[in-house]
T-cell receptor
Framework: DTGVSQDPRHKITKRGQNVTFRCDPISEHNRLYWYRQTLGQGPEFLTY????????KSRLLSDRFSAERPKGSFSTLEIQRTEQGDSAMYLC??????????????FGSGTRLTVV | EDQVTQSPEALRLQEGESSSLNCSYT??????LFWYRQDPGKGPEFLFTLYSAGEEKEKERLKATLTKKESFLHITAPKPEDSATYLCAVQSSSGTYKYIFGTGTRLKVLA
């Protein structure tokens, strides 16, 4: 169990550029989540996957954002035409919930995005 | 609408000075309430899950309790290494698996 891995740790990009982040969850976890956190705030839900199916998306996830989880393994989050308001920490988490039994999320260390 | 409010926003304690952090919540059916610790520049680290009113969990100097409207994180004889932001989150039983987080309590323990 190596934990949840996110890459890159930091990304600086110019406004209007596209960026892609990767998340590798804990291997036996069936659910994967993306959250966004700005300074002084708690994490805000973006989307989650159960295996390869994207089951829920937040209204925060505009059409510039897209997430995938091919084959139910790693996941990518892409932001197109970045804006300065996209600057935040993007957190990935995974969990091994089974039915109503809830083991809680394990978070990665996050990707810090700065749009200049 | 599901909501989580944490207080205080910030707390400074002397080493050994016990205190409590509060998490008030409204949720359409509670599947679970979660406490996390977050250090600067890092992802949240899981501490506790509470499922029903009256439940308590302990880990080292931390103890979490749950009522139908709020949860408390009690810190007994804190040390400087307990300094962090403590986040509370709820998960509704309405069919979603997302968490609703509060804004956290920033704890500073002075030596």
């Amino acid at each position: 169990d190596t934990g949840v891995s996110q890459d890159p740790r930091h990304k600086i990009t110019k406004r209007g550029q596209n960026v892609t982040f990767r998340c590798d969850p804990i291997s036996e976890h069936n659910r994967l989540y993306w959250y966004r956190q700005t300074l002084g705030q708690g994490p805000e839900f973006l989307t989650y996957f159960q295996n390869e199916a994207q089951l829920e998306k937040s209204r925060l996830l505009s059409d510039r954002f897209s997430a995938e989880r091919p084959k139910g393994s790693f996941s990518t989050l892409e932001i197109q035409r970045t804006e300065q308001g996209d600057s935040a920490m993007y957190l990935c988490a995974s969990s091994r919930d089974r039915g109503n039994v809830n083991y809680g999320y394990t978070f990665g260390s996050g990707t810090r995005l700065t749009v200049v | 609408e599901d909501q989580v409010t944490q207080s205080p926003e910030a707390l400074r304690l002397q080493e050994g000075e016990s205190s409590s952090l509060n998490c008030s919540y409204t949720v359409s059916g509670l599947r679970g309430l979660f406490w996390y610790r977050q250090d600067p520049g890092k992802g949240p680290e899981f501490l506790f899950t509470l499922y029903s009113a009256g439940e308590e969990k302990e880990k080292e100097r931390l103890k979490a309790t749950l009522t139908k409207k709020e949860s408390f994180l009690h810190i007994t004889a804190p040390k400087p290494e307990d300094s962090a932001t403590y986040l509370c989150a709820v998960q509704s039983s309405s069919g979603t698996y997302k968490y609703i987080f509060g804004t956290g309590t920033r704890l500073k323990v002075l030596a």
